[in-house]
């Protein structure tokens, strides 16, 4: 069984300043996927990363992923309070029918 | 845009009932799941279903069945329900295996 972490579990941090959620995961997976949970509300897909050097960005988040060292990384540019909120990631099964999620990382952006 | 309906926002039940929860999606996905989060313990996947009336266990597959009559419906049962399983529950459904999920809203039960 895939396992994932993710940390830190919490992040405070201030506007204007960047930061990286780490995503480190046990065994090969062929994907990784980040999603955004805002509070009281469902989880959201962000990027799916499909291989090893892959990289994403959306704003001001960027995605990345090593399959050698089994670690994915969302970094923060200059972070503003719309960002808050819990961001999880994920890996899946060989077949892809089943998903591994971290414990997510609750962020907070502090005016 | 993909539209993942679950029946109830807000469930309280007692102790011992059997319980349904509901899930329909509107996109013709073929994979559907349910899971449920716990703070600390992030997401754990009860059932999943890749077609009509198959149905496959997750990590958590205890004091809970499935059932998948028509593809669009995707059914979670507690069958006696029990205080530790007052929790959140989401459904999801993806198109193909390794597509990104799309969640429902969630339903917070709690199991008095």
């Known amino acids: 069984e895939l396992k994932v972490e993710q940390n830190p579990l919490f992040l405070s941090m201030q506007e204007g300043k960047n930061y990286t959620i780490y995503c480190n995961y046990s065994?090969?997976?062929?994907?990784l996927y980040w999603y955004r949970q805002d509070p009281g509300k469902s989880l959201e897909s962000l990027f799916v990363?499909?291989?090893?050097?892959a990289v994403k960005q959306e704003g001001r988040l960027m995605a990345s992923l090593d399959t050698k060292a089994r670690l994915s990384t969302l970094h923060i540019t200059a972070a503003v309070h719309d960002l808050s909120a819990t961001y999880f990631c994920?890996?899946?099964?060989?077949?892809?029918?089943?998903?591994?999620f971290g414990t997510g990382t609750s962020l907070t952006v502090i005016p | 845009d993909v539209k993942v309906t679950q029946s109830s926002r807000y469930l309280v039940k007692r102790t011992g009932e059997k319980v349904f929860l509901e899930c329909v999606q509107d996109?013709?996905?073929?994979?559907m799941f349910w899971y449920r989060q716990d703070p600390g313990l992030g997401l754990r996947l009860i059932y999943f279903s890749y077609d009509v009336k198959m149905k496959e266990k997750g990590d958590i597959p205890e004091g809970y069945s499935v059932s998948r009559e028509k593809k669009e419906r995707f059914s979670l049962i507690l069958e006696s329900a029990s205080t530790n399983q007052t929790s959140m529950y989401l459904c999801?459904?993806?198109?193909?295996?390794?597509?990104?999920?799309?969640f429902g809203n969630g339903t917070r039960l709690t199991v008095t």
């Open positions: 994920a890996g899946s099964s060989n077949t892809g029918n089943q998903f591994y």
């Open positions: 065994t090969t997976s062929d994907r």
């Open positions: 996109m013709d996905h073929e994979n």
């Open positions: 990363l499909l291989s090893n050097g």
């Open positions: 999801a459904s993806s198109p193909r295996p390794g597509s990104p999920l799309h």
